[in-house]
């Protein structure tokens, strides 16, 4: 069993930073590849990006591919995602997420979920 409590979002004007986590807990934590994924008003949820239990290897949407940068403290049993640059079209509410297998794009292979945190990017 993992618990996931994301944290640092907010309101930032088109151009800034964000930083969000999320904090895990539970005995297996290290052993499960995170992801973070999105859902904006009207929209359906959609991958962003996802790493491996072991930081090793990472996946990102194109959407965000050079912008934003997933990292995992698995001392501090945290997971990161550094948004730069950040456009309108990113306001959504931003969910961390845990998963045993490693299909990173596939929500439905994710166990445990976050309650989300809301980012809003202001024109």
């Known amino acids: 069993q993992v618990q996931l409590v994301e944290s640092g979002g907010g309101l930032v004007q088109a151009g800034g930073s964000l930083r969000l986590s999320c904090a895990a807990s539970g005995r297996t934590y290290n052993s499960y590849h995170l992801g973070w994924f999105r859902q904006a008003p009207g929209k359906e949820r959609e991958f962003v990006a996802a790493?491996?239990?072991?930081?090793?290897?990472?996946l990102y949407a194109d959407s965000v591919k050079g912008r934003f940068t997933i990292s995992r403290d698995n001392a501090k049993n945290t997971v990161y995602l550094q948004m730069n640059s950040l456009k309108t079209e990113d306001t959504a509410v931003y969910y961390c997420a845990a998963t045993y297998r490693w299909a990173p794009a596939n929500e439905y292979e994710y166990s445990y979920w976050g309650q989300g945190t809301q980012v809003t990017v202001s024109s």
């Open positions: 790493i491996t239990w072991s930081g090793l290897n990472t």
